[in-house]
T-cell receptor, first 114, second 113 residues
């Protein structure tokens, strides 16, 4: 079945560490996105990528980095510069820009700083 | 600036009762509008979308939404709620060819027996 796979489902990080969240899709979508979800704040865009080897900052990119070396993969690194990383992270993809196409979401990764 | 407002943080309805979740948006051009549903600890699933044409759109799971340009609203409705509808619902808006979708803060629906 086609879809988006995020791993791991739960992740614990010690302060000062970098961690990488995985996102893989087999939908043949060009565009991929990372969102952060905090209670009562909806989803906020961290980074997005329209095509392989290209990505753009979203609204809250500070403390995060991404790469897009393959169409299927869009990993997110939460760096030690991110001061409040505990959150639920969602990866999504769409055929093109989300303007007129729906986004398909993964099941999410819950990151906790310990 | 573009924005989406969901005035109700949470709503409780009895099983079998009707439901309406409110969504207001602020956008300069004709928006693309979406409703997504999220079960606890899961990703988001698209319920329905409006791009153009008939202002009453039908979605999955018996949901519908009506686009009212004069009120800048896109409210979600269901005539009879089931216990399995308990979840969080997000309204979202995007623009033509855009890569940024703006999400509302969400409304959590509780269903009582």
């Amino acid at each position: 079945d086609g879809g988006i796979t995020q791993s791991p489902k739960y992740l614990f990080r010690k302060e000062g560490q970098n961690v990488t969240l995985s996102c893989e899709q087999n939908l043949n979508h060009d565009a991929m996105y990372w969102y952060r979800q905090d209670p009562g704040q909806g989803l906020r865009l961290i980074y997005y990528s329209q095509i392989v080897n290209d990505f753009q900052k979203g609204d809250i990119a500070e403390g995060y980095s991404v790469s897009r070396e393959k169409k299927e993969s869009f990993p997110l690194t939460v760096t030690s510069a991110q001061k409040n990383p505990t959150a639920f992270y969602l990866c999504a993809s769409s055929i093109g820009g989300t303007g007129n196409t729906e986004a398909f979401f993964g099941q999410g990764t819950r990151l906790t700083v310990v | 600036a573009q924005s989406v407002t969901q005035p109700d943080i949470h709503i409780t309805v009895s099983e079998g009762a009707s439901l309406e979740l409110r969504c207001n948006y602020s956008y300069g051009a004709t928006p693309y509008l979406f409703w997504y549903v999220q079960s606890p600890g899961q990703g988001l699933q698209l319920l329905l979308k409006y791009f153009s044409g008939d202002t009453l759109v039908q979605g999955i799971k018996g949901f519908e939404a009506e686009f009212k340009r004069s009120q800048s609203s896109f409210n979600l409705r269901k005539p009879s709620v089931h216990w399995s509808d308990a979840a969080e619902y997000f309204c979202a808006v995007s623009n033509t060819g855009g890569f940024k979708t703006i999400f509302g803060a969400g409304t959590r629906l509780f269903v009582k027996a």
